[in-house]
């Protein structure tokens, strides 16, 4: 398990404004979250390494935003009307709802006959162990029956147009795919684009689960990173059918992307989607599993949708969704190879896997240990001496000329090693402190020396810098990956 709870990252997150409870001064929903200060820098910053990483350092890809509200046919011809459902259940009693599946699995409430109806919450799937009772009653009450299973669609319906009629309805989409599945030919014919490539997508997608939670693990509300990435079928890579290899390369791409920008690899392992698990439309899926505080459960999924997708698509809309093999002569219907992630479940896998609390000379220390490019702010710039105008000054100096090419925070709210802490707790990786040696001490006819002191967040360790090298300095450390101990071996260490 993670080292860290839930409970502990969702109050820090709520405290320190990287994610709120929406719509709390109302209650809040509990199955939709709201991103504060800097939860949307943290989320931001996920979303634009994605893109770059798999969008604009490659050759084989390029980027789409569509439509969150498309034609409901989109639905039909997906399969999603049909078959994007759970079972669900009842009870009687409360009128609370469950997953089918779920309803056994979930602690449940009991009175016990063997013990005068006495009150009691028992482990999902084990019996009372005063009467040996199995569950068969609604397992939150305790005392209504659950109805027969029936289909409950996730997909939210909502109305286009002045009038709300069946011919209006329409669906919040579920899943950014199939607006890349129905622009595939827009896209070539925008393009000229051979396979294999790629189109990519971020967007909001929107579920009505049954039983959201865990955070923001599971929302109503929340949004992916998706790409549909086009192979021939007739093609062969890797002395297989390239389908296969290119399957077997993203799924590598992927893992390869979570460990790179933090991720434990002993938290990350691969799940092979067997029997009835896998899809109507997949010929193989792999999800990227995270060790969460409730266990192993899915970062991401990786799928081979065969041509499922296109030729529902060409079915439905009467157009052809072909790409034209000039070797071979003949019209291919692509194979799509889909790594799905979702930027809420990155964005906490991230958080829970940064965390540490640390005891410095006798003190708790929390830190969140953010790769610099997920921080989100890179550079905080602490005055030493806030009463000091010429310190106060230098300060804010810095931050705006810092502030061009990393975000940089300016706070003198606190002494010094408060400040630092709080820096510490948001994953800020580098603090530049201006004191009055920076700034001379004219009554003393003392010059300053122009040089300020840089703390690396994990080391602590703190180097004396002159600010007209604090660009170069930034640029090696955040911009080119220079590692901390080689650029501060080149500076004087300052003193903690
Ligand atoms: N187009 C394929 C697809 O949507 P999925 O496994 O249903 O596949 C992909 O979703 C990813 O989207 C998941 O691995 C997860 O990261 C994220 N996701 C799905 N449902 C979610 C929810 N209710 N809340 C937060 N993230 C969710």
């Not at 009307?81 to 609370?96: A, H, I, S």
């Not at 190879?337 to 965390?355: K, T």
């Not at 000054?393 to 931050?399: I, T």
Request: proline share 5%; glycine share 8%.
């Amino acid at each position: 398990m993670s080292a860290v709870s839930m409970d502990v990252i969702v109050s820090l997150c709520k405290r320190r404004g990287f994610v709120f409870q929406s719509s709390e001064i109302y209650g809040g929903t509990g199955s939709c979250w709201d991103y504060g200060p800097l939860g949307v820098e943290l989320r931001n910053n996920i979303k634009r390494i994605w893109w770059r990483d798999f969008v604009h350092q490659r050759d084989d890809m390029v980027g789409l935003d569509a439509s969150i509200l498309m034609h409901p046919t989109v639905w039909k011809a997906s399969g999603h009307v049909d078959n994007f459902t759970d079972p669900m259940v009842d009870c009687r009693e409360c009128k609370r709802r469950f997953r089918a599946d779920q309803a056994g699995t979930m602690d449940w409430t009991h009175y016990c006959p063997a013990t005068k109806g006495n009150k009691f919450t028992i482990k999902g799937g084990e019996p009372c162990k005063h009467c040996g009772a199995r569950r068969t009653l609604c397992p939150e009450c305790g005392k209504g029956e659950l109805t027969a299973p029936r289909q409950f669609n996730l997909m939210f319906k909502t109305f286009m147009g002045p009038v709300e009629e069946d011919a209006a309805l329409t669906y919040l989409r579920p899943e950014t795919a199939q607006g890349i599945f129905v622009n595939f030919d827009n896209v070539l014919q925008a393009t000229r684009r051979k396979l294999p490539f790629g189109i990519a997508q971020i967007g909001k997608a929107f579920r009505n689960e049954i039983t959201p939670g865990n955070f923001i693990f599971r929302s109503r509300e929340f949004e992916q990173m998706e790409i549909e990435f086009f192979v021939n079928p007739h093609d062969r890579l890797e002395g297989r059918p390239a389908d296969e290899a290119w399957h077997d390369r993203w799924i590598a791409d992927c893992q390869s992307w979570f460990t790179r920008y933090g991720l434990d690899p002993a938290n990350v392992k691969l799940h092979e989607h067997l029997g009835d698990e896998l899809a109507h439309y997949s010929k193989r899926t792999v999800d990227l599993l995270y060790r969460f505080p409730m266990g192993w459960n899915e970062l991401m999924g990786i799928a081979n949708r065969t041509d499922f997708d296109l030729k529902q698509h060409a079915k439905f809309s009467g157009k052809s969704l072909t790409w034209f093999d000039e070797e071979r002569k003949e019209h291919v219907v692509p194979f799509v190879i889909e790594p799905s992630a979702g930027v809420d479940r990155a964005l906490l896998a991230f958080l829970l896997d940064a965390y540490r609390e640390e005891e410095v000379r006798g003190d708790k220390r929390v830190v969140l240990r953010f790769h610099p490019e997920l921080a989100p702010i890179k550079i905080a710039v602490l005055p030493l001496l806030k009463k000091r105008p010429e310190i106060v000054a230098a300060g804010h100096d810095l931050r705006h000329r810092l502030t061009r090419r990393w975000l940089t925070l300016y706070d003198d709210t606190a002494a010094i090693g408060r400040l630092y802490r709080r820096q510490d707790e948001v994953g800020t990786p580098y603090c530049v402190t201006v004191d009055v040696k920076t700034v001379g001490d004219p009554e003393k006819g003392e010059a300053g020396d122009g040089k300020v002191t840089i703390r690396e967040r994990d080391t602590m360790q703190q180097i004396r810098v002159p600010i007209a090298e604090l660009e170069h300095v930034f640029g090696r450390l955040l911009d080119a990956g220079t590692p901390w101990s080689e650029v501060a071996a080149g500076y004087p260490r300052a003193e903690g």
